[in-house]
Nanobody, 122 residues
């Protein structure tokens, strides 16, 4: 079965960095899209970054552009989200999701990971 596991979160000070990983099983990376989302307490879930495994097309939300980088390692069936210059407002649970798609950010996703907590202290 298809499974996703997001991990790598933790507690960091403002200005610090973390690398999140989304490990996939049950499928191989071809013609798939992986999205990173986050949800902070009292806030709506928002898309942070997306990648098309097929052609490498990426998307970043304005709030993280220039600070976060999405990448993939197909041999490991893993997508990463490198987060630099973290701010307290980045505090949230971060989720990854997958859908068979040629587009980096499809409208819907089929499978979701459990999520990993990122806390940024001021």
């Amino acid at each position: 079965e298809v499974q996703l596991q997001a991990y790598g979160g933790g507690l960091v000070q403002a200005g610090g960095s973390l690398r999140l990983s989304c490990a996939a099983s049950g499928f191989t990376f071809d013609d798939y899209a992986i999205g990173w989302f986050r949800q902070a307490p009292g806030k709506e879930r928002e898309v942070i970054s997306c990648i098309s495994i097929n052609d490498g097309t990426t998307y970043y939300a304005d709030s993280v552009k220039g600070r976060f980088t999405i990448s993939n390692n197909n041999a490991k069936n893993t997508v990463y989200l490198r987060m630099n210059s973290l701010k307290p407002e980045d505090t949230a649970v971060y989720y990854c999701a997958v859908r068979g798609s040629w587009y980096a950010c499809p409208r819907e996703y089929d499978y979701w990971g459990q999520g990993t907590q990122v806390t940024v202290s001021s």
